[in-house]
């Protein structure tokens, strides 16, 4: 600075003058303040275009409305679409009309498909009066206002166990902050104190009393902690018991058969099969199939289809109000439906496999308990046949010695034969010399009988028999890195060689505004990891909801934790270059001289962390995320479709190329105003997202963390990130609350193992309050460093396995429930094991004679946002004699 201070001589390494020569700047800051200030331009100029353009077909179709108010015979809906109106003006008015028609009707879906629309889960919910009644703590807190307001709109018991999870976080922000000003206040009682260690306490007198309390708070402060998080366990499993006990759904009347022959396809057979082993009466049967099938090419996709169009000629025919006109439907898909369909189902019915996998509806819970007590599993023979001479050797030479008793043989190896996969194990049954040179093998498999702890629609049919899962999963895998890796190449060390780097090198900081906005791309960044790892975890080809939850808890944490601190790491180099960790207990070769540059530099470093995670971390780049990957999804879809479909005036490549960036990728004419999209496509594209409630956990888990690294930072103002986090765990909860329920799609949140996981991965953040207790014993000369490592490990596994004594990590299921009849509860809540399958709603709209006799007769789907298929009787599931289709 001049002699004045008023103005700078000269400038560091990489920083320039500003104009007025008042202070030393970073050309990059000011580009990126400049990007920064362009871009609330060009948000404001878009919201203006989209008002205007609003406005615009707000005119228009009122225009169109009058005119066909006055000329109803030119204006009129063509009877048909191959009619001569084809070729004719007035026909292409009709089209855009229908255009915005079928968007408006996939908006009303969307509408419908929310979590909070006319859903079923009131039925779900426990009767007041029995709960009244109940003796249990966590029954009759249920009860409480509180406690209901979240258990409205309630599709299985993972919602509820979710909020209750925000217990977890909110009383860590609150005995945190305590434990942190309270030893701030004991420490430090006067204002002289306070500034002392503020202005780096030149002696370390008051940082040593300030790190004393800090020390004693911390250990209280975890075993208090470690107490809340096993009760609180204990409550989210008494809470899963009683949500069971008090809630009939379609779990309750299911088990499991895992192992099945794939050639066992035949319901009837199979039903009649199980009865005669269970020795009681079923409902029906519903046989997961191999819908990845090499040997059927694009199978999954060909059953998708034929679903897709059935719904369209359901959505047709409604009589009930819903649904949509003819006009506003393919005539080629009801074309399909009424023949070719049929046709080509029956002829495909034979090819299809099974994928080892069905479940036995029974018609009462007590019959369920009964099975399940007394079967843990069967013998089902079948005879396979090996496609190759090569496949056949493999087999014989897994094929152990001959059993003495029966002439039985067993294989000693796992082996595939046919595409059928066979464990170790397996009985193989003495065959003639003709089943040999034919390479025919008969085998007796052992089918496992266990209770299905997930609901229909959970039930991945589509993935039921996937291989090559491992592959896939490496693949998720090395696409996340990958993305990573492109994240960091394209933004984080372009940020950190021009803009971190520079405040390094003279030991400073950005300033507010950047370190805001380092924060929010910090926070985007991490949602782009997520987005990726969620998209990449589906292609995997996990069977249920529930592995696929768990596979992104675990793997979402792991991810989570390995980006945030990488990029905090990175994002606070300038500051850690003086972290030391000065020790405060007199070992140690620092000397008094340098005790105020390391306080200094703590204190810097405690600050920029704090105003990187606020509110640009926490909050900012959260909202971005949610905007970006929820609300702008719909506006961009809505914009693109109205262009290329209403408006329909694009020359056809650039109409193509826009509808690339449309999901399901509506096919546009290449005859201007010709273009058609249809109600259904509408649909699929505005259908809401899934609620990722595997995701939102790894939040929970990772910010409390990151907020406990102040606990290793000798600030007295670390407190204030307490708070400020309890703040978050409320945010977090209203908008979910509020916002996320609002506009994510209904789906079955049935999955115990997800809440299971989270309770299990709760013990990081307590890890880290006890490594914060070892690394001040150690900074005050208690300990050795060795022992920070060693708490960590050894409050992971005093955790781990408290909650495995106590039995709280594994699911519940109450035997003796108050029994209620099957048919009262599919009428109730209308998804079952039969509408949600695909194939076997298939079967009973076009083949029903493939059921081999008597058999459940499910020939509407279910999908959430369609409830209303099931007000017509004729959609309703029930037991007849089939016949001709």
């Given at each position: 600075?001049?002699?004045?201070?008023?103005?700078?001589?000269?400038?560091?390494?990489?920083?320039?003058?500003?104009?007025?020569?008042?202070?030393?700047?970073?050309?990059?800051?000011?580009?990126?303040?400049?990007?920064?200030?362009?871009?609330?331009?060009?948000?404001?100029?878009?919201?203006?275009?989209?008002?205007?353009?609003?406005?615009?077909?707000?005119?228009?179709?009122?225009?169109?409305?009058?005119?066909?108010?006055?000329?109803?015979?030119?204006?009129?809906?063509?009877?048909?679409?191959?009619?001569?109106?084809?070729?004719?003006?007035?026909w292409n008015y009709n089209q855009k009309e229908l255009n915005m028609t079928a968007i408006r009707t996939g908006l009303a879906n969307w509408f419908r498909a929310r979590l909070m629309y006319e859903t079923n889960a009131e039925d779900l919910e426990p009767d007041p009066?029995?709960?009244?009644?109940?003796?249990?703590?966590?029954?009759?807190?249920?009860?409480?206002?509180?406690?209901?307001?979240?258990?409205?709109?309630?599709?299985?018991?993972?919602?509820?166990?979710?909020?209750?999870?925000?217990?977890?976080?909110?009383?860590?922000?609150?005995?945190?902050?305590?434990?942190?000003?309270?030893?701030?206040?004991?420490?430090?009682?006067?204002?002289?104190?306070?500034?002392?260690?503020?202005?780096?306490?030149?002696?370390?007198?008051?940082?040593?009393?300030?790190?004393?309390?800090?020390?004693?708070?911390?250990?209280?402060?975890?075993?208090?902690?470690?107490?809340?998080?096993?009760?609180?366990?204990?409550?989210?499993?008494?809470?899963?018991?009683?949500?069971?006990?008090?809630?009939?759904?379609?779990?309750?009347?299911?088990?499991?058969?895992?192992?099945?022959?794939?050639?066992?396809?035949?319901?009837?057979?199979?039903?009649?099969?199980?009865?005669?082993?269970?020795?009681?009466?079923?409902?029906?049967?519903?046989?997961?199939?191999?819908?990845?099938?090499?040997?059927?090419?694009?199978?999954?996709?060909?059953?998708?289809?034929?679903?897709?169009?059935?719904?369209?000629?359901?959505?047709?025919?409604?009589?009930?109000?819903?649904?949509?006109?003819?006009?506003?439907?393919?005539?080629?898909?009801?074309?399909?439906?009424?023949?070719?369909?049929?046709?080509?189902?029956?002829?495909?019915?034979?090819?299809?496999?099974?994928?080892?996998?069905?479940?036995?509806?029974?018609?009462?819970?007590?019959?369920?308990?009964?099975?399940?007590?007394?079967?843990?599993?069967?013998?089902?023979?079948?005879?396979?046949?090996?496609?190759?001479?090569?496949?056949?050797?493999?087999?014989?030479?897994?094929?152990?010695?001959?059993?003495?008793?029966?002439?039985?043989?067993?294989?000693?190896?796992?082996?595939?034969?046919?595409?059928?996969?066979?464990?170790?194990?397996?009985?193989?049954?003495?065959?003639?010399?003709?089943?040999?040179?034919?390479?025919?093998?008969?085998?007796?498999?052992?089918?496992?009988?266990?209770?299905?702890?997930?609901?229909?629609?959970?039930?991945?049919?589509?993935?039921?028999?996937?291989?090559?899962?491992?592959?896939?999963?490496?693949?998720?895998?090395?696409?996340?890195?990958?993305?990573?890796?492109?994240?960091?190449?394209?933004?984080?060390?372009?940020?950190?060689?021009?803009?971190?780097?520079?405040?390094?090198?003279?030991?400073?900081?950005?300033?507010?505004?950047?370190?805001?906005?380092?924060?929010?791309?910090?926070?985007?960044?991490?949602?782009?990891?997520?987005?990726?790892?969620?998209?990449?975890?589906?292609?995997?080809?996990?069977?249920?909801?529930?592995?696929?939850?768990?596979?992104?808890?675990?793997?979402?944490?792991?991810?989570?934790?390995?980006?945030?601190?990488?990029?905090?790491?990175?994002?606070?180099?300038?500051?850690?270059?003086?972290?030391?960790?000065?020790?405060?207990?007199?070992?140690?070769?620092?000397?008094?001289?340098?005790?105020?540059?390391?306080?200094?530099?703590?204190?810097?470093?405690?600050?920029?962390?704090?105003?990187?995670?606020?509110?640009?971390?926490?909050?900012?780049?959260?909202?971005?995320?949610?905007?970006?990957?929820?609300?702008?999804?719909?506006?961009?879809?809505?914009?693109?479709?109205?262009?290329?479909?209403?408006?329909?005036?694009?020359?056809?490549?650039?109409?193509?190329?826009?509808?690339?960036?449309?999901?399901?990728?509506?096919?546009?004419?290449?005859?201007?105003?010709?273009?058609?999209?249809?109600?259904?496509?509408?649909?699929?594209?505005?259908?809401?997202?899934?609620?990722?409630?595997?995701?939102?956990?790894?939040?929970?888990?990772?910010?409390?963390?990151?907020?406990?690294?102040?606990?290793?930072?000798?600030?007295?103002?670390?407190?204030?990130?307490?708070?400020?986090?309890?703040?978050?765990?409320?945010?977090?909860?209203?908008?979910?609350?509020?916002?996320?329920?609002?506009?994510?799609?209904?789906?079955?949140?049935?999955?115990?193992?997800?809440?299971?996981?989270?309770?299990?991965?709760?013990?990081?953040?307590?890890?880290?309050?006890?490594?914060?207790?070892?690394?001040?014993?150690?900074?005050?000369?208690?300990?050795?460093?060795?022992?920070?490592?060693?708490?960590?490990?050894?409050?992971?596994?005093?955790?781990?396995?408290?909650?495995?004594?106590?039995?709280?990590?594994?699911?519940?299921?109450?035997?003796?429930?108050?029994?209620?009849?099957?048919?009262?509860?599919?009428?109730?809540?209308?998804?079952?094991?039969?509408?949600?399958?695909?194939?076997?709603?298939?079967?009973?709209?076009?083949?029903?004679?493939?059921?081999?006799?008597?058999?459940?007769?499910?020939?509407?789907?279910?999908?959430?946002?369609?409830?209303?298929?099931?007000?017509?009787?004729?959609?309703?599931?029930?037991?007849?004699?089939?016949?001709?289709?």
């Open positions: 600075l001049a002699p004045s201070g008023q103005r700078c001589l000269s400038c560091a390494a990489d920083f320039a003058l500003s104009p007025d020569g008042a202070r030393c700047v970073l050309p990059a800051e000011l580009i990126i303040v400049d990007v920064v200030e362009a871009l609330l331009v060009f948000i404001g100029i878009v919201i203006a275009l989209g008002i205007f353009i609003k406005i615009f077909f707000f005119v228009q179709a009122a225009r169109q409305s009058k005119r066909a108010r006055e000329h109803p015979r030119e204006s009129g809906t063509p009877s048909s679409f191959t009619d001569g109106l084809l070729a004719t003006k007035v009066a029995a709960l009244s009644k109940d003796t249990d703590f966590w029954a009759r807190l249920s009860t409480c206002w509180l406690c209901r307001v979240h258990m409205r709109f309630i599709v299985g018991v993972g919602l509820p166990v979710f909020y209750n999870f925000h217990a977890l976080p909110a009383i860590a922000a609150l005995a945190s902050g305590a434990a942190a000003w309270d030893a701030a206040r004991r420490s430090l009682p006067s204002e002289a104190d306070f500034a002392a260690l503020a202005n780096f306490d030149h002696d370390g007198v008051a940082a040593r009393r300030f790190a004393e309390a800090l020390y004693a708070n911390l250990l209280w402060l975890y075993w208090a902690l470690f107490a809340f998080s096993i009760l609180h366990a204990l409550g989210q499993k008494r809470w899963r018991t009683h949500f069971d006990r008090t809630n009939s759904t379609m779990e309750d009347y299911a088990l499991s058969l895992s192992g099945l022959p794939c050639s066992w396809t035949c319901e009837a057979e199979l039903q009649r099969h199980v009865e005669k082993w269970f020795d009681v009466e079923v409902v029906g049967v519903s046989i997961g199939y191999n819908l990845n099938d090499p040997k059927i090419p694009d199978l999954n996709d060909t059953i998708w289809r034929m679903k897709e169009r059935l719904v369209v000629a359901l959505d047709v025919g409604q009589a009930s109000g819903y649904g949509y006109s003819q006009a506003l439907a393919s005539p080629e898909d009801l074309e399909l439906v009424k023949g070719e369909d049929q046709q080509n189902f029956k002829a495909l019915v034979p090819r299809l496999r099974g994928a080892g996998f069905a479940v036995v509806v029974f018609r009462s819970k007590a019959d369920v308990d009964l099975v399940r007590k007394v079967n843990r599993g069967i013998l089902a023979e079948t005879e396979v046949q090996a496609e190759t001479e090569a496949e056949w050797q493999k087999l014989q030479k897994a094929v152990g010695k001959t059993c003495s008793s029966r002439g039985f043989r067993y294989l000693e190896k796992k082996v595939t034969i046919g595409g059928e996969f066979f464990p170790r194990g397996t009985l193989v049954c003495p065959s003639s010399e003709k089943a040999h040179s034919n390479r025919r093998v008969k085998l007796k498999k052992f089918v496992s009988v266990t209770h299905s702890c997930v609901e229909p629609p959970s039930v991945l049919w589509e993935n039921l028999g996937a291989r090559r899962w491992k592959k896939r999963l490496a693949q998720t895998v090395v696409v996340t890195i990958l993305v990573f890796l492109l994240l960091l190449a394209l933004i984080f060390l372009p940020l950190g060689r021009y803009l971190l780097q520079p405040y390094s090198a003279v030991h400073a900081a950005p300033g507010f505004l950047v370190q805001q906005l380092q924060g929010f791309i910090f926070g985007l960044a991490n949602n782009i990891l997520g987005i990726t790892m969620w998209l990449q975890a589906w292609g995997v080809g996990f069977s249920t909801w529930d592995h696929l939850d768990s596979f992104i808890v675990i793997f979402g944490v792991a991810v989570s934790f390995f980006n945030t601190i990488f990029f905090l790491f990175f994002g606070l180099w300038p500051e850690l270059g003086g972290f030391c960790a000065a020790p405060l207990g007199g070992h140690g070769d620092r000397g008094a001289a340098n005790v105020a540059a390391a306080f200094a530099a703590e204190q810097l470093l405690a600050n920029t962390l704090y105003d990187t995670l606020v509110p640009g971390w926490l909050f900012s780049g959260f909202l971005i995320g949610q905007v970006m990957g929820n609300v702008w999804p719909n506006v961009q879809n809505l914009l693109l479709l109205t262009v290329v479909f209403v408006c329909d005036c694009l020359p056809f490549n650039i109409a193509k190329v826009l509808t690339l960036l449309i999901p399901y990728n509506p096919e546009p004419s290449r005859k201007t105003g010709r273009s058609r999209i249809t109600a259904r496509q509408a649909e699929l594209v505005f259908q809401p997202k899934e609620l990722a409630l595997a995701w939102d956990y790894a939040s929970y888990i990772v910010m409390p963390t990151v907020s406990f690294a102040f606990f290793f930072v000798l600030s007295p103002q670390m407190w204030r990130i307490f708070p400020v986090m309890l703040g978050w765990v409320a945010f977090m909860y209203l908008f979910h609350r509020i916002v996320t329920l609002n506009i994510s799609k209904k789906q079955m949140h049935a999955s115990e193992g997800l809440v299971i996981y989270a309770e299990f991965l709760w013990g990081v953040p307590l890890s880290v309050i006890a490594a914060a207790w070892a690394f001040w014993g150690y900074r005050l000369g208690y300990n050795e460093i060795a022992r920070i490592p060693i708490a960590v490990v050894a409050s992971f596994l005093m955790y781990f396995g408290s909650l495995l004594l106590l039995g709280v990590i594994q699911s519940v299921h109450v035997y003796g429930e108050v029994d209620v009849d099957y048919w009262d509860v599919a009428k109730r809540v209308k998804f079952s094991w039969f509408n949600c399958n695909p194939v076997h709603v298939l079967k009973s709209a076009y083949a029903q004679e493939s059921f081999g006799g008597e058999h459940v007769h499910a020939p509407t789907p279910f999908f959430f946002g369609k409830e209303y298929f099931f007000n017509e009787p004729s959609a309703q599931e029930r037991r007849s004699q089939p016949t001709s289709a």
